[in-house]
Every structure is written in structure tokens, then in C-alpha cells.
T-cell receptor, first 114, second 117 residues
Framework: AQSVTQLGSHVSVSEGALVLLRCNYSSSVPPYLFWYVQYPNQGLQLLLKYTSAATLVKGINGFEAEFKKSETSFHLTKPSAHMSDAAEYFCAVSSQGGSEKLVFGKGTKLTVNP | EAQVTQNPRYLITVTGKKLTVTCSQNMNHEYMSWYRQDPGLGLRQIYYSMNVEVTDKGDVPEGYKVSRKEKRNFPLILESPSPNQTSLYFC????????????????FGSGTRLTVV
């Protein structure tokens, strides 16, 4: 069965600093991996996805993530945080050729300080 | 505009009073799902549907019902709501996980905040 672990339920950075949100997954078959963002009082929006093509994936708003099979990780990064990045971020996994179920991590709330 | 529409956005109800939260998508997606979001627990799947008349339980189905009579609609029914069902609910739709189309991920509705008193 697939599972996702997001390390750190809260992350705080200064504006202009590097953003690093950690995600480790478990899957018995090659996974699809996703990062979603949830702004206050809104639904979830797809940020980026890994689907077995390039291991470094670029998404919207300057975010990117790198798939590392040896580490079973899919960490989300952004070189320079902006105040508008304050939101909750969810990592999710589904399996190619397996269940259509998308399994989510518990989320990481990002705070950006001026 | 491609979207998933949930109604209502906010709902306060009393214990035991049946309610339905509607979900509709206009993208011809085969797969639809309901999640509930609770602080510290992330999103947990309630029910999902692979296609019309095909539904199955997710991780937390107790106290909920669903139906899929048409491809675009997937209502969530609480026959006898209880306070522990107070939560933020999301409907999502997409294509099945196998193959290229499954790589698109899901489209989420804006959420329904339900309070049961």
C-alpha cells in the first residue's frame, strides 16, 4: 500500500529565503507523485507532478521538486520565498497501474515572515 | 471553465438531520472522490467512484453514502449526521491512475465546511 510522510507540520522561513518542504513516500510499484497547495479558505491546487519522465520537475510559482528513487523522496523547493507562498502544502502518491487512489500526506503549513 | 463545483460552501446542521452535499464536474472525468480534511490528519478518502454506478469505500466511509447515477455528479449523503462529522469536505475528479491520463492528477472543488451541532 502507498503512504506519504511529510516531515514537519509547520515550516517558517523569511521572505527571500530558501523553501524546503520534505516528502517521503512508500510504494510497491513505480509511483506518480504530486504536490498540491491549499491557500486559506480555498481548495487544493496542483503545484507539480512526477510521472516517470524527468526526475526534476518544475511547477507553478517557481516551485520545483526532485524525485529520488534511492531515497524514496520528493522534496519541494523554491529558491526565494515570497509572502504569497504562505499556504498549506500536501504531498500525494498514486501508483501507476495500481489503485487510482491518491494518498495524501498530513500537510505542511508554510509561514513566510517579512 | 473546467471545474468541480460543490454546494453548499458552508453548512450548519443539527445532529440526525439528513443532508446532501452536491458535487458536479464538467470535464468528463471517470473518477470522482470525496475527502474530509481535519487538522493534523490531512485529507482522508471517504468514498470514490470509478465510473457511473461504480462506487467503493475509502478509508473513512462510516456514516456516509454516495451515489453515481450520472458521470458528472457524485453527491455525498449523511443520513444521520453526528458532531464527529464536523469537517471540511472536498470533492475531486480525474482520470483513472493507469496510463497517461492518470498523470494529470485530480481537480478539487472549493470545499464544504460542515458543522454538526
Amino acid at each position: 500500500a502507498q503512504s506519504v510522510t511529510q516531515l514537519g507540520s509547520h515550516v517558517s522561513v523569511s521572505e527571500g529565503a530558501l523553501v524546503l518542504l520534505r516528502c517521503n513516500y512508500s510504494s510497491s510499484v513505480p509511483p506518480y507523485l504530486f504536490w498540491y497547495v491549499q491557500y486559506p479558505n480555498q481548495g487544493l491546487q496542483l503545484l507539480l507532478k512526477y510521472t516517470s519522465a524527468a526526475t526534476l520537475v518544475k511547477g507553478i510559482n517557481g516551485f520545483e521538486a526532485e524525485f529520488k528513487k534511492s531515497e524514496t523522496s520528493f522534496h519541494l523547493t523554491k529558491p526565494s520565498a515570497h509572502m504569497s507562498d504562505a499556504a498549506e502544502y500536501f504531498c500525494a502518491v498514486s501508483s501507476q497501474g495500481g489503485s487510482e487512489k491518491l494518498v495524501f500526506g498530513k500537510g505542511t503549513k508554510l509561514t513566510v515572515n517579512p | 471553465e473546467a471545474q468541480v463545483t460543490q454546494n453548499p460552501r458552508y453548512l450548519i446542521t443539527v445532529t440526525g438531520k439528513k443532508l446532501t452535499v452536491t458535487c458536479s464536474q464538467n470535464m468528463n472525468h471517470e473518477y470522482m472522490s470525496w475527502y474530509r480534511q481535519d487538522p493534523g490528519l490531512g485529507l482522508r478518502q471517504i468514498y470514490y467512484s470509478m465510473n457511473v454506478e461504480v462506487t467503493d469505500k475509502g478509508d473513512v466511509p462510516e456514516g456516509y453514502k454516495v451515489s453515481r447515477k450520472e458521470k458528472r455528479n457524485f453527491p455525498l449523503i449523511l443520513e444521520s449526521p453526528s458532531p464527529n462529522q464536523t469537517s471540511l469536505y472536498f470533492c475531486a475528479s480525474g482520470f483513472p491512475g493507469t496510463g497517461f491520463r492518470g498523470s494529470y492528477g485530480y481537480t478539487f472543488g472549493s470545499g464544504t465546511r460542515l458543522t454538526v451541532v
